[in-house]
């Protein structure tokens, strides 16, 4: 398995597999709404499977800990593996949603790609959540609370593009559980660079300007998302984000320095194949152009893998 950086404070990389997706405005929790966090998902999308670290340095704390969810098949353990650094010693990698590997032990020194555990499904996630490892880069006086990790970047530039595609947007089965289902687009609507994701346009409030940038969200339901863009600078708060053509939110925070910006989803929901859908993932790959629809209830379903149809975004 290939590993490649994704994530960056300072020299301190964070790495994912080439196969798998990242994501890191995808969630409601306070790490995700200021691009202090990061959530690495395996490609083949199953609870269980073995977990591979995403950064060199030696293992200092292993936890666990007792939590609560409303849903019945979540571990009734979630873990905290802290890692110190090897770019930086001064800078420690928490780790969550891993049940450690019997063989992983305190003092231990790992290098990315190291089994570290297995995915669990997490009291903390949602019932349509896939499994992930959230990852952090801490202060090494700061660790574990909720807030205050470090500020991460992007380690691969985002490109400009020109034309963002305003034709309805089809999508291909891929996939699909009782929770959601797993939608293939096509290459015109995403972007053509090592880190891919879905091409959104932003319309300057009051102008006849159009910038673009790639998208990273879990909307309406989480109630904000977050567009990776080199043209941050000259966007603004109250700026139309589109996904081809069609308005889904409007900007309210931009940083140019870090080059993303923020919104917040219009009230909509998704129909596919004449099924309404509670919200849209849209998620980061260096391989993949998939996008996730989520039920509004648990389902069972007639489609057919490869079934093709418009994803439409109803007001």
């Known amino acids: ?166 034709t309805p947007l089809e999508a291909k089965l891929v996939k699909h559980t009782p929770n959601a289902l797993f939608l293939e687009v096509s290459e015109e609507v995403f972007s053509k660079q090592e880190l891919t994701g879905l091409k959104v346009s932003i319309e300057k409030l009051g102008e006849n300007a159009l910038f673009s940038g790639i998208i990273d969200a879990g909307i309406p339901h989480f109630g904000h998302g977050g567009i990776f863009t080199e043209n941050a600078y000259n966007i603004s708060k109250g700026d139309i984000v589109k996904v081809n053509g069609i308005a889904i939110g409007k900007i309210f925070e931009t940083d140019p320095f870090n080059k993303f910006v923020r919104f917040r989803p219009y009230s909509f929901h998704i129909r596919w194949k004449d099924m309404a859908f509670k919200g849209i993932s849209f998620r980061l790959s260096l391989k993949d152009r998939f996008i996730k629809i989520i039920t509004k209830t648990t389902n069972s379903f007639q489609y057919q893998i490869g079934d093709i149809d418009i994803v439409k975004f109803i007001t």
């Open 1 to 166: 398995m290939k590993f490649t950086p994704v994530a960056k404070f300072r020299e301190n990389l964070i790495h994912a597999p080439e196969d798998g997706f990242i994501s890191f405005f995808n969630s409601p929790f306070y790490s995700h709404k200021n691009m202090t966090g990061i959530d690495i998902y395996p490609s083949q999308l199953s609870f269980g499977v073995d977990v591979h670290s995403p950064v060199s340095g030696t293992v200092r704390k292993i936890q666990s800990f007792r939590g609560h969810s409303t849903l019945s098949n979540v571990s009734k353990l979630e873990y905290l593996i802290l890692v110190q650094n090897d770019d930086d010693p001064s800078v420690y990698t928490k780790i969550l949603h891993v049940k450690p590997a019997r063989s992983l032990s305190q003092g231990e020194h790992i290098d990315v790609g190291d089994k570290i555990g297995e995915y669990i499904r997490s009291f903390f996630f949602a019932r349509w959540t896939d499994p992930h490892l959230h990852c952090e880069l801490r202060p090494k006086d700061d660790t574990v609370r909720a807030r205050g990790a470090l500020q991460l970047n992007l380690c691969q530039p985002i490109k400009k593009y020109r034309k963002i595609s305003e």
